[in-house]
């Protein structure tokens, strides 16, 4: 038995979202964390593998000149074909596929970065472990949010919470699959 964890590591504004309606995650640039980087590396040094919708993977690839992920495998969840992206492996592999897979064969963590389509996937084949969510102090009014409506229901235990500068870091833990 794998001791991996499936882990959503997200950032959410106060009122659910986890992006503009247009996919833009600038609301984030300037909010007052910890003066650290809150949390990330400490986070990210367990991780093995990184997992995202196709959507996300184009707003991420906005944030930065180089590819924020190069280090780790990265799989982007597309239903389309797509070119060639050097540090990213494309596929339409079944969710429960692809994870029992990188279960199988990365050490460390296996990271959903999102989005939405991608979380209610992972809730609705119960392989998500984890949750951690850092809650921005800003209300959006519209958005992606994080739980897109039909999400399954489920229940989770608070392992820790983290006040960084003006973040709150909450981490849940599945405690009952289904509500």
Excluded at 20 to 27: A, K, L
Excluded at 131 to 157: C, D, H, M, Q, Y
């Amino acid at each position: 038995m794998s001791d991996t964890k499936v882990i959503l590591y997200v950032a959410m504004s106060l009122d659910g979202y986890i992006a503009r309606p247009d996919g833009s995650v600038d609301w984030l640039m300037d909010v007052e964390g910890d003066g650290g980087d809150n949390g990330y590396a400490a986070f990210y040094q367990d991780i093995g593998s990184v997992v995202m919708g196709r959507d996300t993977y184009e707003a991420v690839l906005t944030l930065a000149e180089d590819f924020m992920y190069a280090d780790r495998p990265t799989y982007v969840m597309s239903r389309s074909k797509q070119a060639p992206a050097p540090h990213v492996e494309f596929t339409d592999e079944p969710v429960e596929q692809l994870i029992a897979r990188l279960k199988a064969s990365t050490p460390g963590h296996i990271w959903i970065v999102g989005g939405g389509k991608l979380v209610q996937s992972v809730l609705e084949q119960y392989l998500l472990d984890e949750i951690e969510v850092a809650i921005i102090p800003k209300i959006l009014g519209e958005g992606i949010p994080l739980f897109p409506k039909g999400t399954v229901p489920s229940r989770w235990k608070t392992i820790e919470t983290k006040t960084l500068g003006q973040i709150i870091a909450i981490r849940y833990e599945a405690e009952q699959l289904q509500a």
